[in-house]
């Protein structure tokens, strides 16, 4: 496995006054399938790999996946989380699901080595899979877009087996300050939400065990920034350092 730059550590939240309630908004599912498959289109899907891949190593190696595990990843994109999955879990079973039906034909046509994975259309709200099925569900960088995010929690729960885990990875969350301006660079709407309110709406969907912690990403930043996502540079860093939410949650 690829040497882990990456650190985790508490969320100082837990140990402060509960903070103020933020505004939810609920996103039209129809624009927000019309919008990543722009990305797709213009071949973003790919490259996510690259950018997420420093948070989400930690995640896999907490999650102890055993070869006959059967794996639900939301928001896929173009499948190179449920592809390195679907290499741990040899003899059970990934779905990869997400909203655009442009990253799904991406995912499909790059995934034909595997025979345990299978890429699907569709909303989080209504997840198109029987329930009590799956042991393990993961997203990365999607819960924030899900137009009806405890909609999505309470799918999630009904799909997984009882003592199945949920794990939500989370760069765009309302703590870390160096990324509150995403929200006007987006063409569609996205929950910026509290590590609280995050974990308080995890728990009311059914969860019995829900904890939250940070996931520093300590890969190299550039001397110079360039990029529309922040500032320049040195903001890059102050978000990486701040790390991403992890949600870890068990269906009792």
């Known amino acids: 496995m690829e040497e882990l730059s990456w650190v985790l550590r508490p969320n100082p939240q837990k140990c402060g006054a509960r903070p103020p309630r933020a505004k939810m908004t609920e996103s039209n599912p129809e624009a927000l399938r019309e919008e990543f498959n722009r990305w797709a289109e213009a071949g973003r899907g790919e490259g996510m790999e690259q950018d997420h891949l420093p948070i989400t190593l930690p995640v896999l190696a907490k999650m102890e996946l055993r070869p006959t595990d059967n794996v639900l990843e939301v928001g896929c994109g173009a499948g190179w989380l449920s592809r390195r999955v679907a290499a741990m879990v040899s003899r059970g079973r990934v779905v990869g699901m997400d909203i655009s039906d442009e990253m ?7 995934s034909h080595q595997h025979d345990n994975l299978l890429f699907v259309t569709g909303e989080v709200a209504e997840i198109p899979w029987e329930s ?3 042991t393990h569900a993961i997203s990365v960088e999607s819960s924030y877009y899900w137009p009806n995010a405890a909609a999505g929690a309470k799918e999630i729960f009904r799909v997984l087996r009882p003592e199945g885990s949920a794990w939500i990875l989370i760069n765009y969350y309302r703590d870390n300050p160096h990324c509150h301006q995403w929200g006007a660079l987006l063409a569609v709407a996205t929950h910026l939400l509290w590590a609280a309110e995050w974990s308080e709406l995890v728990r009311e969907a ?38 991403a939410l992890l949600i870890h949650a068990k269906k009792g």
């Open 132 to 134: 009590n099925f799956f």
């Open 206 to 243: 059914g969860f019995a065990q829900v904890t939250d912690e940070r996931v520093v990403d300590r890969s190299p930043s550039p001397e110079e920034y360039t990029g529309r996502w922040f500032r320049d540079a040195e903001q890059l860093r102050a978000f990486k350092a701040e790390g």
């Open 104 to 110: 799904i034909r991406i995912a499909r046509r790059n």
